[in-house]
């Protein structure tokens, strides 16, 4: 059975290095694939525009899927597929979400970004690199670099993860942090979207291929999520 704690950090964690809220220029891409590894595990994404989202982790026997505005997860049982209404899930979870440390170690405020005027290849995309001095969670003044990159599959790509983000926040009662806000001025305003950031994660492939409308199909009916208790 997958763990619906990861998944929800996941998420969250890739909507904090990668917030696109604002439509800052017209963007040709409609639907795509990209693998990246986060923090040495491989992760699928898929998508159609912005309203649907699909994520799949070697770690996990399942999948997260964004549909308009609901999210799920799918697990294999005995093979059979389940369904969970994850965003009722989350819902009821509350500021539980935020107690289990997703922002702990996030970007919290960002001081300065500046661009190296230097370049680099990540996925077949050459993309700027910045180094970004921010103060995380926990209050101390940390420095990164990150490549962002004003290809059309990566911003389409960025605003599909920013949506999915956003709903999972919305459905906990949270807001975003300052950070993020600072994230969206400085960067995705500009047309950016984002191919690394530090060693945290890194896209290794990029796939302007629309995946078929079925993967974003639900396999059956969705549940009601089991008490959390039950996936320790």
Avoid: C
């Amino acid at each position: 059975m997958m763990q619906p704690y990861k998944l929800v950090t996941l998420v969250l964690t890739l909507g904090l290095l990668a917030v696109s809220l604002a439509p800052a220029q017209a963007i040709t891409a409609k639907g795509g694939s990209a693998v990246m590894m986060d923090d040495g595990e491989q992760v699928k994404l898929e998508y159609l525009g912005t309203d649907r989202l699909r994520i799949t982790s070697d770690a996990d026997e399942g999948y997260m899927l964004m549909r308009g505005d609901k999210l799920y997860a799918v697990a294999q049982q005995g093979g059979q597929a389940m369904v969970f209404d994850l965003t009722a899930a989350v819902a009821s979870m509350g500021g539980m979400v935020e107690s289990q440390g997703v922002w702990d170690e996030e970007i919290q405020d960002i001081l300065e970004l500046t661009n190296t005027g230097q370049s680099e290849m990540v996925a077949g995309i050459r993309g700027e690199i910045f180094t970004m001095t921010y103060i995380d969670g926990r209050g101390h003044k940390q420095t990164s670099n990150m490549v962002l990159s004003k290809d059309d599959s990566i911003v389409a790509l960025t605003r599909a993860m920013n949506a999915m983000t956003k709903l999972m926040i919305t459905a906990s009662g949270g807001q975003l942090p300052p950070g993020v806000i600072k994230m969206e001025e400085r960067i995705l305003s500009q047309g950016y979207g984002v191919l690394r950031q530090g060693d945290d994660f890194v896209f290794t492939e990029i796939s302007t291929t629309e995946p078929p409308a079925s993967s974003f199909e639900l396999p059956a009916k969705p549940m009601k999520l089991p008490s959390m208790g039950q996936f320790n």
